[in-house]
């Protein structure tokens, strides 16, 4: 590979060679002793520095206005490397100051507080490549951008062993580490802990004022942010003017799995499993699939532009194709179903929902036992009581939020009861609502799945091109496996319940009692003390009962205003995959889990019969 001609070497580290990085500032900040109590931001470029710079900001402020984004970049928290030390040693009183160092780099001060944010290196890297080209008003090779950030050939070197560095010193008081991802799904809880993490006195001012906590989320939200910080920089060429440069591009997740291909996103995986093995981050770095950002993705695949400004159409026309002929439209870069009565309004608004205090919300992938488990919960909560119809158990008292919105959660009584398909990393979490996880052995949900959607009137697909589409994610939902991943991260999470379909099954009695165990303990207690009322519940919810009392009246795919009964309880058993597949998509299910699901118990769960 040909020498990278936009990097100098300073200290036999990468930098950006550009006019306003002087190997001066650079040299001289790099030997600069912090003071006790400054707060330093330190990140690889585009993981979410100048967001997590911005909300800084805005806590220790209460919300302020600032004359300029510029004045705020460059006075109130000064770039290192742009700035060097001169405009830090004359900052008065708490001083905020961000650099992309290394951590073993810098010199460091017990006494100073350091946030560190990260960011999926897919993401990073695209968001890279658009950023360096915006700056240096060039086009790059896409291709050459991605084996340059894969070697210390780059701008501020090899992403994962920056990451590496700060990780490992995770334990360290003074340093709090900050994942983009998580910062994106739930802003609120991100912020309380970034001013806890600032002093008593900065999280007391969010706690104690809903108002001004509101304000900041306003302020730092990516559409406010790109509407009204955009930034003057240096032109990278001297002679020419300054340019406006947006920070803020899309403010999402999942954009690399869009970019790349498969074989650049394996390399990704390879490159993290090396250098992060045995790090809480690998996780993290897993290609999870799941694709999220702040705009409606029309669609797959238009997250980056090639040198001549071309989309890059292979991987376009691939997904599209893919999730057309599974009748699936992409929202916010997942596969959705497109029948009409899964509203992209209401999929946005289910996506977009932040559940009250003490919410139960039953989530999994389709056909993994989800409305068994819904029946379940609404039995241990209303202690046995039938319902007028199945439908109204879906529709009224715990609604299915892509089909029916979430306005119909206004009117509900507490505790509101409502499920989704959605993946975790995709909705927005509150850490005071209750989440029921369901999943099921892959084989038997794709065969579940297969006959669920002949059950709903479509017609039959090719069992073996519907198998290929499960395997590939390329159907409504996506891939199975990122989907359990997702929240199988999180099981140990306080208001997590993971419920296994399989247990489930064979020792209801015991599942049940742990589920109203995790409810809470009024709905426990009953069961407990009473044998009678928890007979009534094990006979509502056995299949027996449920095939015989539970049909839904579900809308006819092929007859427009029909109407049709749908059964979703179609056998209730285990293992009827092992009969329906054959012996190379057992292996093809069987190997996709031991590549998905290492170091997971579910590996042991799943492969042991």
Not at 201 to 212: A, H, K, P, R, T
Not at 448 to 459: A, P, T, V
Request: hydrophobic letters at 35%.
């Amino acid at each position: 590979m040909s020498e990278n001609q936009r990097i100098q070497k300073i200290r036999g580290f990468s930098f950006p060679k550009v006019a306003w990085f002087t190997k001066e500032h650079i040299e001289e900040t790099l030997d600069y002793e912090s003071r006790d109590g400054d707060i330093i931001i330190c990140s690889y470029p585009k993981t979410g520095t100048t967001w997590l710079q911005y909300i800084i900001m805005q806590i220790l402020s209460k919300g302020k206005e600032f004359p300029s984004f510029h004045d705020a970049l460059v006075n109130v928290v000064p770039f290192m490397e742009m700035t060097g030390k001169g405009p830090i040693d004359e900052m008065q009183g708490l001083r905020i100051y961000k650099h992309h160092y290394p951590f073993d780099m810098i010199k460091r001060n017990d006494k100073a507080k350091y946030l560190y944010i990260y960011r999926h290196p897919q993401d990073t890297l695209v968001s890279a490549y658009h950023f360096f080209q915006s700056v240096r008003g060039e086009n790059f090779d896409f291709d050459q951008f991605f084996e340059e950030f894969l070697t210390n050939d780059v701008e501020y070197g090899l992403y994962l062993k920056h990451v590496l560095s700060f990780v490992a010193h995770k334990n360290d008081e003074n340093l709090l580490l900050i994942s983009y991802e998580k910062l994106y799904t739930n802003r609120k809880e991100g912020y309380l802990r970034i001013a806890k993490f600032l002093g008593e006195e900065y999280y007391q001012n969010l706690v104690g004022d809903e108002s001004l906590l509101n304000q900041i989320l306003e302020k730092t939200s990516f559409d406010y942010m790109k509407k009204n910080l955009p930034v003057e920089r240096p032109n990278a060429k001297p002679e020419e003017s300054a340019n406006k440069i947006n920070f803020f591009r899309k403010g999402g997740i999942g954009d690399g799995k869009n970019a790349l291909s498969p074989n650049q996103i394996k390399k990704i995986r390879e490159l993290a499993n090396e250098i992060m093995k045995g790090t809480e981050v690998l996780k993290e770095c897993r290609p999870s699939g799941l694709v999220v950002s702040e705009t409606d993705c029309g669609a797959v695949g238009s997250g980056f532009e090639s040198q001549n400004g071309q989309v890059s159409k292979q991987l376009f026309q691939e997904n599209v194709m893919a999730t057309e002929e599974q009748e699936c439209k992409i929202i916010r870069g997942l596969p959705f179903p497109k029948a009409p009565w899964f509203p992209t309004k209401n999929i946005e608004d289910t996506l977009d929902l932040v559940p009250n205090d003490g919410d139960i919300v039953i989530a999994s992938y389709p056909k993994t036992g989800t409305t068994w488990l819904q029946y379940i919960v609404l039995q241990i909560v209303s202690k046995g009581e039938l319902f007028p119809s199945f439908n109204d158990c879906l529709s009224i008292y715990a609604p299915f939020l892509e089909m029916k919105g979430t306005s119909v959660l206004e009117k509900m009584e507490k505790p509101r009861i409502y499920k989704h398909h959605c993946p975790y990393n995709m909705v927005k979490k509150n850490d005071k609502a209750k989440y029921l996880y369901i999943y099921r052995r892959p084989e038997d949900t794709v065969v579940s799945y297969y006959h669920f959607m002949i059950n709903l009137g479509h017609d039959p697909p090719d069992q073996n091109e519907f198998f290929a589409k499960f395997l590939s994610g390329n159907i409504a939902y996506g891939s199975y496996y990122d989907h359990v991943l997702s929240f199988y991260d999180h099981k140990d999470d306080e208001g997590m319940l993971l419920v296994s379909y399989e247990n489930l099954l064979i020792n209801r009695k015991e599942e049940v009692l742990k589920i109203a165990k995790f409810l809470g303990d009024e709905y426990y207690q009953p069961l407990f003390e009473d044998e009678s009322l928890l007979e009534k519940i094990l006979e509502h919810t056995s299949f027996d009962y449920m095939k015989k009392n539970l049909a839904l009246i579900h809308p006819d795919p092929k007859v427009e205003g029909g109407e049709r009964k749908v059964n979703f309880f179609r056998k209730g058993v285990k293992g009827d995959g092992k009969q329906s597949l054959t012996s190379d998509q057992l292996k093809q299910l069987k190997d996709m889990a031991l590549e998905k699901l290492k170091g997971t118990e579910l590996i042991e769960e799943w492969l042991k019969d």
